[in-house]
Structures are given as C-alpha cells and as structure tokens.
C-alpha cells in the first residue's frame, strides 16, 4: 500500500512537470519515422509539448500536446532523384558506392530542411524554448538546435548506430566482432572480411569528414548563423538511442550514454484488415506468404528476369501470396494478390500468415519476430546484407540474391522455412527473449528523456574517452615512449654484448697465447 502510494506521489511528482520536447527526424522514409512513433505518442500522453518535424505524421487527434510538421514534400522530390533503379545499380557496385548514394542523399535532405521556411521561422524565433531535442543521429548538423535553444541534445537511429557514431559516443567498436551495418559480413568473418573491416573501421570517420560533413558544415555556414564545427557538434551529444536490440544486431559493449530501444518500438495496435485482404487470406487453406519489400526499395527494382522467376515459382506452390507490388503484372496466376499499399503488421498478425519475403530492414525484422514469422530475405542495401546473414545465422529464416537465385532452390527454402518446425519455435524462442526485459523500448526512450530533462543534460554519464585528444585515444605517445625505450634497450644489449664479446675475445685470446707459449716452452724443454 505504502509502495503504491509512495509510486503514484513519484508519478504525480513526474507528470506535473511538463517540459517542452522537440524532434527532428529529417529522413523522408516511412521505416524511419514509425520507429520512432510510439515514443513521440508516449511523451505528449505524458503532458509534456511535443513538436516533431517528420514526413510521416501520426494525424491523430486525440493527441493534443503533439505538434507534427509535415516534411513530406521533400519526399516525392528526392525519392524521383534516388529511385529504386538508382539505388540497385548501386548495390550491384558495392558497399562505397552505397555509401556514396547515401551520403548524397543526406545532404540534399538535409539542404531541404534546413532551408525550409519553418525551420528558418523556428530557430529565428525569439519566443521559442525547449528542455531537450530529439534528432535522428544521421544528422548532426542539427544536434546545433541544443546551441539554439540552449538544451541538451538525444540522438536517435532508427537502427543500429553506424560505428563512427558509437566511437564518438566511447563505445568499443570491434572490427571483427561488430563490423558496421552497412558492411555485407555478421560473425565468421573470413581474413579478406576482416581486413575490409578493419580498414573501414579506420577510415570511415575520415572518409565520412571529406565525402559529406565537409558539404554539410558549408549548409550549416549558410543556414544557420551560429558559429560551430560540424566535428564538434557530433561529440555534443547528451544521450544517443539505437532501435538496435543486443540479441539482433549483436551483443556490444555500450557506454552508460547509450541507450537500446530496439526490439518492440515499432509494433503498432492492431486494426481491421481491409476487406478485400481479409477475404483473400481466409479462404486460403494452406496459409499465405506476405512478400514486400518495404517502402524503399520499389518491387520493379528487382528486374523483369526475376519477376518472371518469382511467378514462376508461385504458381507452382500450394500457398497464397500476398505482394505489395507498386505496379501491375498481366497474367498474375490465381494464388496472388497485388497490392499498392499493405497494412504489414496487420497481415503479419493474422494466423494465416506463414512466411514474411522481406528485403530485411530492420523495422520488418522485428515485426516478424514480433509476429512470429519465420522470413526469406532478399537484401538490397543499408544494413539489410548484414541483417540478412544475421537472419540465417539464428536459423530464423534464409536470404536470396535477387539476381542470381535458382527457382528450384528458392522454391524448396519456401517449403523448408514452412514445413520445418525449428524455423518457427527459434522465432518464437528469440520473441520471448526479446519481450523479457525490465522495461520496454519506448518505457527506456520516455524515462530516459525525462531523466535527460530532470537533470539538464547527461554529460555526467559520458565515456572519459571522448575527451581525448587523437593521440592519447590511439595512445600515439605512450607506444612512441615504449617503442623508443625499446629501441634503446635493443641497443644497450647490443652494445654491451659487443662490449663483453671483445673483453671475451681478449682474455681467452691471452689465455691461448699463454697456454701456446707454455707447450712450446715445454717442447723446447724435452
Ligand atoms: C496534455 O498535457 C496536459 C498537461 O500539459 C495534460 O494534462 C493532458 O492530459 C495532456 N493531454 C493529452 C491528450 O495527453
Ligand atoms: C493497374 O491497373 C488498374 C486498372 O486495372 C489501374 O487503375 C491502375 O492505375 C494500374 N496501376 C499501375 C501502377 O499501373
């Protein structure tokens, strides 16, 4: 009773301070912003004035403390300029080349917001005041809000944080054990792999400075009159929160600072399916497979050859399939139903549903796991090669080359990941793992806030090894003083080893000629 009444006056005590939150989650990607959802919902419940610029409101009415400005022209723009065409002919090139598409994109995004008319009208308004500022971490040229507004600054990913941002938050970031997501490679790494690793590990933050903060920092020069380095602002960081879970992107060594909100944060409540959905997969009698690839990759960048392939396949298996496809297909065999938009969870929830064909992304990951699917993959770039390893090496599902799959190989993985119970009893094994913790991702990401708000910052709770300068973080001078201390060790040995030698030399030298002298006198003697 005590405990309960001592919990509410805590509560009372909480709630009664109402704080005004911003967040900036510039990414016009829908994968992006549901992440983040739940917890903009959560926080306005809570009392506090929450403003999010974000290109995928929630528009729902009941949520009066939630300000939302819609972002989402930028989207159209950009999505035209870096179209799924674009982006597979990049993934066909490699992981730079990716890299490159990305930060390209990030800049003009960023350009976009930056330059938008509400962002100017928000930061030049002298009325305005927020406790803290939520921003999606790709961006750091907008933690410079905390310097506007003179409030600690949350960053937050939608995945795992890429390794450049763990190294500026003090996590260790293990080339071999935890090469970065963008990187094709998930435990087992083969010597080729773990010198590609190692070498990216070490140049990316460089790489990254030269190829896009560089452009960035001239933006914020331009857009934002505050005098601040762009190198600085990414170490300015109060809190960082990953959607990343220890059991999916690998268990790692996390600073105090570092929150992991993964996991669960994006699962929705349950709606209705349409009815035409809802038809189709009740009448099918031996279970149906969902197959989208999200909201990124368009389902014609997989090419007309595979598509073929796909339906060919399909045609041939007992099973309905449910395809979010963005175009039409002429001669679509009966078992399939196209659609232009899906509800995803709301299919993955119902009973029926049998197999999840993803392109991997992380927020469609952890919906399968969620909904205890079992999953095919077929990657196509960001962390959805790495994911897709990950997939099969927790024997949760298999993944496929889009270009390069055989028909009959793919088609027997599908009876497999179906008809082979371990597929489904390993999902629903890491499900409970994942659902038994102390508290959920959104409860972590909402205290978390709050305790940032509570206390004006976190910087108590930062690794000293972000304070180093470079050569002490790499230890330059302690291993340049070992070395030359060594150095001269080696030497001083050598030194008086000759030294020894030649003293040898001369005494037994003089001891022989004695000896010599003594046998020859001897001889003379007989
Ligand atoms: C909005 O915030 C106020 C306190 O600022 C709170 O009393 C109210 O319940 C909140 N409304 C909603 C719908 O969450
Ligand atoms: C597909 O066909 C329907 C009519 O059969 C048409 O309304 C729709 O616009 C077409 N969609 C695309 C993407 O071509």
């Known amino acids: 009773m005590f405990k309960c009444l001592v919990a509410w006056l805590i509560l009372l005590s909480y709630s009664c301070e109402c704080s005004r939150i911003l967040a900036v989650i510039p990414t016009p990607s829908y994968s992006h912003q549901i992440a983040f959802r739940k917890i903009w919902a959560e926080l306005s419940k809570r009392g506090h004035q929450v403003t999010v610029l974000t290109s995928n409101p ?54 976009s917001v930056l330059s938008s008319d509400y962002f100017q009208n928000l930061i030049h308004n002298k009325e305005e005041k927020f406790d803290v500022v939520l921003v999606e971490s790709f961006f750091p040229e907008f933690y410079v809000l905390g310097k506007i507004f003179n409030c600690p600054v949350i960053g937050v990913s939608s995945m795992d944080a890429p390794t450049d941002y763990h190294m500026f938050m003090g996590n260790p970031s293990h080339p071999i054990s ?15 792999e773990r010198i590609i690793s190692t070498m990216f590990n070490n140049l990316i933050p460089t790489y990254k400075y030269f190829k896009v903060e560089l452009e960035k920092q001239k933006l914020l020069d331009k857009y934002v009159d505050f005098k601040t380095n762009i190198l600085d602002l990414k170490k300015s960081l109060d809190l960082l929160f990953v959607c990343s879970h220890p059991l999916l992107q690998g268990v790692r060594p996390l600073g105090a600072a570092t929150i992991s909100i993964g996991g ?27 197959f989208s690839l999200g909201t990124n990759v368009k389902s014609k960048a997989l090419g007309e050859e595979t598509i073929n392939k796909l339906l060919l396949t399909f045609k041939n298996i007992p099973y309905d399939i449910l395809w979010k496809f963005e175009a039409n297909i002429t001669s679509l065999p009966k078992n399939v139903m196209l659609l232009n938009w899906a509800p995803q969870q709301d299919i993955l929830r119902h009973p029926k549903t049998k197999l999840f064909i993803t392109q991997g992304g992380l927020q469609s990951l952890q919906e399968s796991i969620f909904f205890e ?5 077929f990657p196509f770039f960001g962390d959805q090669m790495h994911n897709a390893k990950m997939i099969e090496h927790k024997k949760i599902g298999k993944y496929f080359k889009h270009k390069s799959f055989h028909p009959l190989e793919f088609e027997s993985a599908i009876f497999q990941l179906i008809k082979d119970p371990k597929y489904k009893s390993n999902v629903l094994k890491l499900k409970q793992l994942i659902l038994d913790e102390p508290m959920s991702g959104v409860e972590k990401a909402v205290w ?37 201390l060594c150095i001269l060790i ?37």
């Open 490 to 526: 080696v030497v001083m040995i050598q030194k008086s080893a000759k030294i020894v030698f030649h003293f040898c030399v001369k005494l037994f030298g003089r001891f022989i000629i004695k000896k010599e002298a003594k046998t020859a006198k001897n001889k003379k003697l007989r």
């Open 264 to 290: 669960t944060t994006n699962i929705e409540k349950p709606k209705p399916l349409p009815k035409e959905i809802q038809v189709f997969m009740e009448k099918s009698t031996q279970g149906v497979i969902y």
């Open 178 to 192: 935890h090469p970065d997501l963008v990187l094709p490679f998930y435990r087992n790494l083969n010597i080729i």
């Open 448 to 484: 978390w806030t709050e305790y940032v708000i509570r206390h004006k910052g976190a910087k108590h709770l930062a690794n000293p090894i972000t304070e180093l300068p470079l050569y002490q973080y790499y230890q330059l001078d302690v291993y340049s003083i070992l070395g030359a």
């Open 58 to 111: 929630i528009r729902d009415q009941t949520l009066t403390n939630l300000t939302e400005i819609d972002i989402s022209y930028s989207k159209d723009e950009l999505w035209v300029k870096y179209d799924g065409d674009h982006q597979l002919q990049a993934v066909e090139n490699g992981v730079l080349n990716i890299l490159e598409l990305f930060y390209d994109f990030i800049y003009d995004v960023s350009k």
């Open 373 to 377: 699917i079992p999953m095919m993959v």
